[in-house]
């Protein structure tokens, strides 16, 4: 308290004399002598960051670190940059918890990585923009900084260091105050789990099914993103509506729900036999014909099954798992729903946003029953690879899932499918430009997405969210294709149940877009698809609900354009800035369709192939995919 207090004094201080030289005012700080810092904005817009470091007594340890690793002229240029500064009690507490007496003890290369840690370049982020969980905006270490609060409203980062003074902002942006030193952990998924006695039945399991060596790796090293810059045709500064990046790296993560050795104790599993036993009676009844498959590190033995259920290949913090996608085009009065791929083979988990109820990151709702798995407080643990999150009940494909997941709506965005964007900040970025401005697109390299195949002359960009797009969670891929040629693609989807479903494309259609011929799995899915028509071509045959006297609800209409072909947008996402659509949301837009590609029956649960092939010039948009049962057709609503 005495240290909070010192720095509030010397802020003061410090205001004072820079505002009594510029104006000759005086200017008194709200007093907060609490635990509970609030939000004050203290304002020193005559000092760059580093020179307010160096010049403040209470962070000349924090200074010096920067110094020595002349991070600090950085930090005196122009630019945006956060930074989360550590008391000198707080770095001399770090300095013995390492065995060492000062900086002097340490190499470059660590301390360096500690200047790096409390560090964000590019952004600045103020207290009002704290969200739980982790922040958007990465470190110049390469990590994610989470943020929670404790029950007096204390900020924390990362979960041990506590915000004792916020929005000390400088000439190039703003600074937060912290009592610990940022010390995250340098180790894999695997060891973080290891570590952590509360789950060793989890690990024991993960490593006995060789599922461990599954979750090694981190980043291709073979990704250079020089060899790419030629894809970048407009940039930040060239003062247009948009601006091109490049992925500046290709990184791998992961996701772990992890039950820990108490819940399992609840359901009777106390060893990993018993979690054998556990396990064989789920699986081998949704998968009996490999019930005798003993071997645990058989992708279909049960033991294998179950564990791998519990792991996804994208790294999602709390907030990435639905929350980051509910930008302003979602209708905060409708549910929301995520599908995420496990390494269970042709499995999905479901998440769940319940706005009746305000609850988020459901996980596997039984409507019958009511069932599901919640995440614990005990989440957003880090590794340098992944995350992992604690949940409160067993996980587990099991026949009441299977059927849940086989007799409902499964609407994917498109930016879903592809593991790289997450993995590398780019899906959930949240709505880029707000207001007139630049939304930042990230052009692909080719072989950068898995599960994308591309020919040598299509291009690929990732349009993150903008308040101007009427896209499904306000995102989009974007194809064409270079001078005088034809786009050509394939993207391999999620895996669908079992199951007879119409299969539905979500585009959005302009004047620039062209001709393309859709297909599953490399069979034609009807005509071509124009994507330059609008909703109102009488190919279509769209109405604007509300406006036919004898249709108001204009479902008479809807049905005369899916014996078209084609369907309305869904009524669960709209446009945020104001002018740039017609209606309240996509079903009154007649530029956000679907066109039905086809009732297919699949036999099996299986992946499948998403083919387009460019018939005429422009652009091609994708926004989102549905396989819906036939079986639910009739009950479907609007959403």
Known sequence: ??????????????????????????????????????????????????????????????????????????????????????????????????????????????????????????????????????????SMSDRYLAISFGQNGEAFVNKTSKIIQNNVVVHNGVIHFIDEVLNPTREGIVEVISADPKFSLFYEALLATGLADSLVRYKDDTYDPDNFKHLITVTRESNQWYYHEIPLSRK?????FVESNETYAENGITNLAAMKAYAANIYNTVYPNDAQITDITDSRNS?????????????????????????????????????????????????????????????????????????TSNYDIDAVNGVYHEIDGILAYDQYVEAEHSTKRLRFDGSSFFPELTNNNMRGRGITSPGPGPNLQFKLPRNYIDRLSTSEQTIVSYLT????????????????????????????????????????????????????????????????????NYATDVSIGYETPRTVQAD?????????????????????????????????????????????????????????????????GGEFMFDYLEFVPTSVLESEDIY
Not at 86 to 113: C, H, I, V, W
Not at 492 to 511: D, H, K, M, Q, S
Request: hydrophobic content about 40%; some cysteine.
């Open 1 to 138: 308290m005495e240290t909070i207090r010192k720095i509030k004094i010397n802020l003061r201080k410090q205001l004072f004399i820079a505002l009594a030289t510029l104006a000759g005012s005086l200017f008194i700080l709200p007093s907060c002598d609490s635990d509970n810092v609030g939000e004050n904005l203290y304002t020193f817009k005559s000092k760059m960051m580093g020179q307010f470091l160096a010049d403040s007594a209470d962070f000349s340890e924090f200074a010096r670190l920067l110094d020595t690793t002349k991070v600090i002229s950085l930090l005196n240029t122009y630019g945006t940059y956060t930074c989360f500064a550590p008391t000198n009690e707080a770095m001399r507490t770090f300095y013995q918890s390492r065995g060492k007496k000062s900086l002097d003890d340490f190499s470059m290369d660590s301390l360096k990585l500690i200047a790096y840690d409390h560090l964000i370049n590019g952004a600045e982020v103020l207290y009002s923009n704290f969200v739980v969980g982790r922040l958007p905006q990465m």
């Open 252 to 256: 791998f993560g992961y996701t772990l």
């Open 303 to 375: 033991l294998n099954r179950f564990i791998a259920y519990h792991i996804i290949n994208k790294q999602l913090s709390y907030s990435k798992l639905i929350d980051a996608y509910d930008t302003g085009h979602m209708l905060k009065t409708i549910d929301m729903y995520e599908y995420l791929e496990t390494m269970c083979p042709n499995t999905l988990i479901e998440v769940k946003k319940d706005r009746l109820k305000g609850k988020t990151n459901i996980l596997n709702y039984i409507r019958e029953t009511g069932r599901a798995i919640n995440i």
């Open 465 to 532: 969210a903008d308040a101007r797009y009427q896209n499904y969670e306000g995102d989009e891929i974007f194809l064409g294709a270079t001078s005088g040629n034809l786009y050509d693609f394939s993207i391999i989807t999620p895996p669908i149940p079992a199951g007879t479903y119409e299969v539905r494309f979500g585009y959005l259609t302009n004047g620039k877009r062209g001709v393309a011929q859709l297909y599953l799995d490399n069979i034609p899915a009807g005509v071509p698809l124009n994507l330059n």
């Open 552 to 616: 108001m609800d204009g479902f008479e209409n809807d049905k005369m354009m899916r014996n078209r072909g084609f369907m309305k947008g869904p009524a669960c996402y709209k446009v945020v800035q104001p002018g740039w659509s017609d209606g309240e949301n996509a079903r009154y837009s007649p530029a956000a369709l679907r066109r039905i590609m086809g009732t297919y029956i699949f036999p099996e649960a299986s992946n499948h192939l998403l083919t387009v092939k460019g018939l005429s």
